[in-house]
């Protein structure tokens, strides 16, 4: 019954790169994807998006150094992080709306439907 389950952080120095991932139960051509991230005392980042054509959008501090990515096959969700920052440090989310007419997949002001539990990532220098 779990839709979104992610996995894959840990600690990784400065400069590092770390892959995240999300299992799901879901079709993805049919759902936008967005990974989210989120510190204690601060709300909830959506970082990165993608569409079941492939289209993507980032936030400008992740833009060159995070790629997400997915496999509809494997039904999976994956951000790749390269050069890492102690600012990147975070628990970070995965989560899953209905795709839109519009195809608009950016999260701002949306509601999602699934989300996982989390996975944590820490950067140190």
């Known amino acids: 019954q779990t839709q979104l389950m992610e996995s894959g952080g840990g600690s990784v120095q400065t400069g590092g790169s770390l892959t995240v991932s999300c299992a799901t139960s879901?079709?993805?051509?049919?759902?936008?994807m967005t990974w989210f991230r989120q510190v204690p005392g601060k709300g909830r980042e959506g970082v990165a998006s993608i569409d079941d054509n492939g289209r993507v959008t980032y936030i400008d501090s992740v833009r060159v150094r995070f790629t997400i990515s997915e496999d509809e096959g494997q039904k999976n969700l994956y951000l790749r992080m390269n050069d890492l920052r102690p600012e990147d440090t975070a628990k970070y989310f995965c989560a899953a709306r209905p795709r839109e007419f519009s195809g608009d997949c950016r999260p701002a002001g949306k509601r999602f439907t699934y989300w996982g539990r989390g996975t944590q990532v820490s950067v140190s220098s």
């Open positions: 879901l079709y993805l051509g049919l759902y936008c």
